[in-house]
């Protein structure tokens, strides 16, 4: 099987600007999440989406949001960037959630100017 | 609150020698205890899960509840068990992972 593919894999912004970073998972899972991960705060979840529904969602402002479609794959989006939104974003999939074993993605590397 | 905490970021040992990678958590709940691992250029990815209560590439761990710590173990290290290792945290009906901030361990020759 094909593994997690997360796409773009780097990606330069401005503050101010917003992006749509995307997570195709392993086909069959139906579960998608989302992490940072940065230097300092190691990886800190973002959100989760099971069957196009938002089952769960982290402590970040609501600049993050994100979304599932009816193939499982998953996007998130970041508005009006902040130069400490600079980090690598992880996309995990699994077959039901947490519980299941979770299969990570490459990441998308941000960096914010 | 939920959390996870590994003290140590830098754990160095010789080849050969044992490992103890620190675990401690605090959940209220029941949890479900992962250790996922990190080699150079590739993917997170799952080493174990206290469920399963198998030994992977020569790596235990077990949950003491007690303590409420699990920590993960290995005799003898060897140099391609050099990565990073994250101790992860879930629970029932939560749909979310609770990362610690990682442990590099870096096996000497």
């Known amino acids: 099987k094909a593994g997690v593919t997360q796409t773009p894999r780097y990606l330069i912004k401005t503050r101010g600007q917003q992006v749509t970073l995307s997570c195709s998972p392993i086909?069959?899972?139906?579960?998608v999440s989302w992490y940072q991960q940065t230097p300092g705060q190691g990886l800190q979840f973002l959100f989760e989406y099971f069957s196009e529904t938002q089952r769960n969602k982290g402590n970040f402002p609501g600049r993050f949001s994100g979304r599932q479609f009816s193939n499982s794959r998953s996007e998130m989006n970041v508005s009006t960037l902040e130069l400490g939104d600079s980090a690598l974003y992880l996309c995990?999939?699994?077959?039901?959630?947490?519980?299941?074993?979770?299969?990570f993605g490459p990441g998308t590397r941000l960096t914010v100017l | 609150a939920q959390r996870v905490t590994q003290p140590e970021k830098l754990l160095s040992v010789f080849k050969g020698a044992p490992v103890e990678l620190k675990c401690n958590y605090s959940y209220s709940g029941s949890p479900e205890l992962f250790w996922y691992v990190q080699y150079s250029r590739q993917r997170l990815q799952l080493l174990l899960r206290?469920?399963s209560r198998e030994s992977i590439k020569g790596f235990t761990a077990d949950l003491n509840k007690g303590e409420t710590s699990f920590h993960l173990k290995k005799p003898f290290a060897q140099e391609e068990d050099s990565a990073m290792y994250y101790c992860a945290l879930t629970g029932s009906g939560t749909y979310k992972y609770i990362f610690g901030t990682g442990t590099r361990l870096k096996v000497l020759a």
């Open positions: 086909s069959g899972h139906r579960s």
């Open positions: 206290h469920i």
């Open positions: 995990a999939s699994s077959l039901q959630g947490a519980r299941d074993t979770q299969y």
